[in-house]
Structure formats: structure tokens, C-alpha cells
């Protein structure tokens, strides 16, 4: 089984500071996704990365993939209170043989409040 | 938007009473899956579908069963319902294995 620990699991900030949420595994992943979920909605697709080293900006997201493949970052700057809610990581196995049907392991959550 | 919806949004039930969850999407996507979300554990897989009447079990299947007749809709069954099926449910779907998955609004289940 493959686990995903996500950390801090929980962060309460000021508007405008920075910070980095962490997804680490000891096991391998072909691609790693970051979600985003708010109160009483479904988590939604933020980023996914692929190659080992890569680095995605969304804004003032930036997502990180691990050069082994086995964890990720997310680094918000200068957070605003928008960004508040539960952050989600997800991997998603080496498909040998092509039997993995497309099926994910979620890290536990981050849930991040920004303070006005 | 990817045009998932479940039904309902919130259910109550006494334990022992069977329950039915029905998602429902309009993109024709191949891949379904079922979670459950329960604080400080993320989202765990229940059953996924690969295809009409194709099915399997995920990480967390017992006390579940799953169906899917047609390729819009996957109904989850609680066959007797305990309190530790208390839960917040969600329906996902996904074009491929490409791992991008769609997800719905979620069904808030209480069992009393």
C-alpha cells in the first residue's frame, strides 16, 4: 500500500505571508496531483506534475514534484484570505502492466486558514 | 465545470437500513470512482468502475457494494448502515487513467 504524508496538517497564517505545505511517500509515483477543497464542494484539480524535478506556477502557487518522484511542495506567496480552505495531495501509482485504472492515494489534508 | 452530480446532498438513516447513493455525470467519462472523506484521513477509495458493469473494490470496500448499468450513473449501496459509515461521500469521474479526476459536490450521510 502506498501512503502519502502531508504536513503540517493544519496552518493558520497572516494575510501575506508565505508558506510551503508538504507531501512525502517512500514509495514511487508516476505523477503526483494537487487539489483544493472548500466547505461543502468537491476537491478540485489544481496542478498535476509528472517529471521528477518539476516545477508549476499558478499564480502565486508554486508546485514542485521531487527529482525520485516520492514527494511534493506547495509554496503559496504572500497568502491571501481566498486561499483558505483544504489543500489535498494525490499520487498516483506506476501503472505496470496498465491495471491501475487510473486509481489515486490522497495525503491526509492540509487545512490552511489565512487571517485577514 | 465537469457535469457531476450526486443525489442526495444529505441523507440521515437509522443503522441497519440499507442506503443508496446515486452519481450521475453528462461527459461520458470512462472511469468512476467512490470516496469517502472523514477528518484526518483525506479521501479514501471505496469501489471504482472502468466501465459499464465493470467494477472493483478499493481500500475501503466493506459494508459497500457498487453498481453501474449505464455509463452516467455509478449508485453506491450501503447494504446496513452502522455509525462508523458516517461520512461525507464523493463521486469522481475521469476520462482516462490519466489520473485527472472530476469531482462532485459530495453527500453529507449521517447514521444515527
Known amino acids: 500500500t502506498q501512503l502519502l504524508e502531508q504536513s503540517p496538517q493544519f496552518l493558520s497564517i497572516q494575510e501575506g505571508e508565505n508558506l510551503t505545505v508538504y507531501c512525502n511517500s517512500s514509495s514511487v509515483f508516476s505523477s503526483l496531483q494537487w487539489y483544493r477543497q472548500e466547505p461543502g464542494e468537491g476537491p478540485v484539480l489544481l496542478v498535476t506534475v509528472v517529471t521528477g524535478g518539476e516545477v508549476k506556477k499558478l499564480k502565486r502557487l508554486t508546485f514542485q514534484f521531487g527529482d525520485a518522484r516520492k514527494d511534493s511542495s506547495l509554496h503559496i506567496t504572500a497568502a491571501q484570505p481566498g486561499d483558505t480552505g483544504l489543500y489535498l495531495c494525490?499520487?498516483?501509482?506506476?501503472?505496470?502492466?496498465?491495471?491501475?485504472?487510473?486509481?489515486?492515494?490522497f495525503g491526509q489534508g492540509t487545512i490552511l486558514t489565512v487571517h485577514p | 465545470d465537469a457535469g457531476i452530480t450526486q443525489s442526495p446532498r444529505h441523507k440521515v438513516t437509522e443503522t441497519g437500513t440499507p442506503v443508496t447513493l446515486r452519481c450521475h455525470q453528462t461527459e461520458n467519462h470512462r472511469y468512476m470512482y467512490w470516496y469517502r472523506q472523514d477528518p484526518g484521513h483525506g479521501l479514501r477509495l471505496i469501489h471504482y468502475?472502468?466501465?459499464?458493469?465493470?467494477?472493483d473494490k478499493g481500500e475501503v470496500s466493506d459494508g459497500y457494494s457498487v453498481s453501474r448499468s449505464k455509463t452516467e450513473d455509478f449508485l453506491l449501496t450501503l447494504e446496513s448502515a452502522t455509525s462508523s459509515q458516517t461520512s461525507v461521500y464523493f463521486c469522481?469521474?475521469?476520462?482516462?487513467?490519466?489520473?485527472?479526476?472530476?469531482f462532485g459536490p459530495g453527500t453529507r450521510l449521517t447514521v444515527t
Open positions: 468502475s472502468y466501465g459499464v458493469k465493470d467494477t
Open positions: 469522481a469521474i475521469s476520462e482516462s487513467a490519466s489520473y485527472e479526476q472530476y
Open positions: 494525490a499520487g498516483a501509482p506506476l501503472d505496470a502492466g496498465g491495471t491501475s485504472y487510473g486509481k489515486l492515494t
